[in-house]
């Protein structure tokens, strides 16, 4: 039995201390809700807020309620409080009576009320706003400028000081309501190490308004000596006029001058004059200031214009002579100084002569001729006799008597080779149009010449001669050169943007197309190209020949082909063989190049390339329509055969011009 009480002790003894760790786990879980509650999602303790009621103490003025957290420090506390116009917070109090007050350190923990002392406030104003920088205000013996407040009582001191070459020409204070009070007076100045100031000590009720006002020290400008201009930044002053402190005024004068007395004498072969020389001297405040230097204004000015002189014997001019008449174009120059009729010049002297010996001058007159630009030349040569003595050109003479010029000139006029010819490759357009204008192409070059062009795209496109004296110009005559394409552009086009024909070539899209690279081809070139007439049918299975002037123009078969050949050839030609040949010649190039060879076969030198010879064999436009259809335009297949394919088709392009 005692054995089993000993245990059933202990097992009480266990559920007690479970019982007690249940109830201190309990306490812990309610305690950890009960900190929970206590704050918001960062952790941190909200607090609580309390309602201040502020007092101002002030007769008319209501008292307010502020809401603050918990905690809130009274320094935090001063910048929520309102502000009172004219006045200033002295302090912040737990009584009625103010004689409690809160430190800034204090914390508002309780709802409470608070009670603001104030007291009045002024400030310092400056009636004349633009000079109030040569003023400084210390309020309690601190610096302030004038949007700094001070309270009733508050010591201040006000001082303007004189600065070097200024001085204070109005200085008052008014306190208040009260009068302005002069400051400029013996009882306020003060002078230390030369600096003088003016100070006054206030203690006032009410605002403080300053009225300054400083200028610069005026001096006086004596008298100006006779020949001593003065100015002052280029104002002309006189005996009159007002100077101050720092005005930078120049003085000009003569400083020393030449005064021929009318006394000569000649000795050694030379004229002597009598001189008087005048020098001047200028002395302002003590200091020597020379002609044109400036003097910058410290205090009075006085000048004074001091002159010395002396005479002497000058040595003049040697004996004197004639120079003549300078002949046209004759050029006379001693030491550098080109010299006319009416120049003086004297034994000794050394004369240089320039003129032209020979001179060329091209009459206008050219030809060509053995290959050769020929020029028609005058020649001119020019002969100097000075005193009867020949002077080349550039040569010198050295006087010794009176000088006459004589400039004597022959003539004669010859050809003479200009330049030798380059080739047609080589030549500007320039050169090639000038030799065309003489009708000497063909002579210069021959059928089958070729040149590159590069257009303003940077396309480089190889024309070649076609023949010469072939193509009618609008204008009237003969083109002097008829030019063309070796190969084709690098694009292709449509000759029409519909399928049809009618309209012929002068309504063609294509026409219009090659005015674009018209505009591409050099400027000089552009210049020089002729508008030449251009037969070709109407188009629309329409048989009238139409005659348009152009200046860039696609071939027509005629002009590839033979007449024999279009007559007794393929159909597509022969068939209107009378219409076909009316549209021009068979050009010496490709009557070289195809002879009477029929349209219809496949002619290996009519094959042309996309980009100039160097893309894909490509079918080519010819201007001409096909006659017997009103949908197709006739063009040399890729094969080098002629047919005819419908106008939206995508050729190549191988125009032509003239000069």
């Known amino acids: 039995m005692g054995n089993k009480t000993r245990v059933i002790g ?12 249940l109830v201190i786990a309990t306490i812990a879980v309610i305690s950890a809700l009960v900190f929970t509650w206590g704050k918001d999602d960062s952790g941190e303790n909200q607090g609580n807020e309390y309602s201040i009621v502020v007092s101002c103490g002030i007769d008319g003025v209501s008292d307010y309620s502020l809401t603050v957290k918990e905690g809130t420090k009274i320094r935090e506390l001063k910048g929520m409080l309102r502000e009172l116009d004219g006045y200033k917070i002295d302090g912040i109090y737990k009584d009625d009576a103010m004689t409690q007050p809160y430190s800034d ?6 709802s409470t009320k608070i009670y603001i002392k104030f007291v009045k406030a002024y400030r310092i104003n400056f009636a004349n706003e633009e000079f109030k920088t040569g003023i400084s205000v210390r309020v309690d013996g601190e610096p302030v400028d004038q949007n700094t407040t001070f309270v009733y009582g508050a010591n201040v001191i006000i001082r303007a000081t004189q600065k070097a070459g200024r001085e204070i020409v109005e200085f008052k204070v008014k306190v208040g309501n009260g009068e302005a009070q002069d400051i400029l007076s013996e009882v306020y100045r003060h002078e230390v190490n030369g600096v003088i100031y003016y100070e006054v000590e206030l203690t006032g009720d009410g605002d403080i308004i300053i009225e300054y006002r400083e200028s610069l020290k005026q001096y006086v400008f004596e008298n100006i000596p006779a020949g001593v201009t003065v100015k002052r930044e280029g104002e002309l002053l006189s005996n009159s006029s007002a100077i101050f402190y720092g005005d930078k005024l120049t003085f000009t004068y003569v400083e020393s001058t030449k005064n021929d007395t009318g006394k000569t004498k000649q000795e050694n072969g030379y004229h002597y004059t009598e001189v008087e020389t005048i020098i001047y001297s200028l002395v302002v405040n003590g200091t020597n200031l020379a002609s044109g230097k400036t003097y910058v204004v410290s205090g009075d000015v006085g000048m004074v214009l001091n002159i010395n002189s002396s005479t002497a014997w000058e040595k003049g001019e040697m004996v004197q002579y004639d120079l003549g008449t300078i002949p046209d174009g004759v050029t006379v120059t001693r030491h550098g100084e080109t010299l006319n009729s009416d120049s003086v010049i004297y034994w000794g002297d050394e004369l240089t002569f320039a003129y032209t010996e020979t001179s060329v001058v091209l009459t206008g007159n050219t030809k060509f001729e053995s290959g050769y630009k020929w020029a028609e030349k005058a020649t001119t040569t020019y002969s100097l006799s000075v005193g009867g003595k020949t002077i080349v050109n550039g040569g010198k003479f050295t006087v010794n008597g009176n000088v006459e010029l004589l400039l004597s000139s022959t003539t004669s006029t010859n050809w003479k080779e200009s330049y030798a010819l380059v080739s047609f490759a080589d030549a500007s357009w320039s050169e090639i149009n000038e030799v065309a204008e003489a009708d000497y192409a ?6 089958g010449d070729k040149k590159d062009i590069t257009l303003t795209d940077g396309e480089v496109l190889t024309f070649v001669i076609l023949g010469f004296n072939h193509d009618d110009l609008t204008s009237g005559g003969k083109a002097k050169i008829s030019i063309g394409m070796e190969n084709l552009t ?9 399928l049809t024909n009618v309209g012929g070539w002068e309504s063609c899209k294509i026409r219009t197309m090659l005015s674009d690279y018209f505009d591409k081809l050099p400027d000089e070139l552009q210049e020089m190209i002729k ?3 251009k037969n070709t049918n109407e188009g629309g299975q329409s048989k009238n020949i139409v005659t348009t002037s152009d200046k860039l123009w696609l071939f027509s078969p005629a002009e590839i082909f033979s007449p024999t050949a279009i007559k007794t050839g393929w159909s597509l030609l022969r068939d209107h063989a009378t219409y076909y040949t009316q549209e021009g010649t068979q050009y010496e190039f490709y009557r070289n190049l195809v002879g009477d060879e029929e349209p219809n076969n496949k002619i290996e030198s009519l094959i042309k390339k996309l980009s100039n010879g ?5 079918m080519w436009w010819l201007r001409s329509p096909s006659i017997s259809t009103k949908l197709s335009i006739i063009c040399i297949e890729a094969s080098g055969k002629l047919n005819g394919y419908n106008a939206t088709f995508e050729n190549g392009i191988c125009f032509g011009f003239c000069l």
């Open 614 to 618: 160097n893309g894909e064999a490509s």
């Open 531 to 533: 508008e030449v007439n």
């Open 442 to 447: 063909s002579e210069a070059y021959k059928v």
């Open 490 to 498: 690098e694009t292709k086009f449509k000759m029409n943007s519909t």
């Open 105 to 110: 350190n204090e914390t508002i923990n309780n």
């Open 10 to 21: 202990k097992s009480k003894q266990i559920i007690i201390a479970v019982i007690s760790i």
